[in-house]
């Protein structure tokens, strides 16, 4: 597809069944990204890369259990379980998803005082991490995304694509949620209210 990057989002270890981490079904979406990349010229991937002692991980905070809602100098933030801790296991990209293709990864959340979900804005929404430029350089005008978790990372990244003018489809079947409290839900409503398009694989 020209004019058009397929992004595949924290398909990583931790993230998948028996992850630290782990979205429900996590797995089932490596045949589908494997699918889809083979009629890509254009591939991306975020990886997920948080040093120890993140300030996203709710063992950095005493008293505070995962998913509790903190406040930090950026906002509200979500705590989490450790995961993708750099140069783990956990944080590597699943050894079966075909990325050989793959031009370019970005590597997020490895600033220790913030978290980041998208793959354009970490969650201070200053800090860029490069990769509006790069597509913009590379004349891409169409982003695909697939990859984990629906509700968190992709729908950010989703929402920042659209914001710096990409058309935007999320491929549905080539995506897993974590559904916290309805975050699934409220991604799709942010998303749609954006014009962030969703497809099935096959209709591509």
């Known amino acids: 597809m020209r004019n058009a990057c397929l992004v ?11 992850g630290a981490l782990a979205v429900p079904g996590g797995d089932e979406v490596v045949p589908v990204i494997n699918r889809l990349a083979a009629r890509f010229e254009n591939v991306v991937l975020t990886q997920d890369w948080h040093p120890r002692g993140h300030a996203s991980f709710a063992s950095s905070h005493p008293g505070t259990k995962p998913f509790e809602v903190i406040q930090l100098h950026y906002g509200k933030q979500v705590l989490w379980p450790d995961h993708c801790v750099q140069g783990t296991a956990g944080a590597a990209i699943h050894s079966q998803l075909d990325v050989q293709k793959a031009q370019l990864v970005i590597r997020k959340g490895h600033h220790r005082g913030i978290d980041s979900y998208s793959a354009f804005l970490e969650a201070d929404r200053k800090t860029a991490t490069g990769l509006k430029g790069y597509l913009k350089e590379r004349e891409i005008e169409r982003l695909l995304l697939c990859g984990l978790a629906t509700d968190f990372c992709v729908a950010w990244t989703a929402l920042d694509a659209r914001s710096a003018g990409f058309e935007t489809t999320v491929i549905e079947d080539a995506c897993r949620a974590i559904d916290l409290e309805g975050s699934l839900g409220r991604a799709w409503s942010d998303m749609t209210k954006a014009g962030v398009r969703r497809a099935q694989s096959a209709a591509l």
């Open 8 to 18: 595949v989002v924290d398909a990583q270890n931790d993230f998948m069944p028996g």
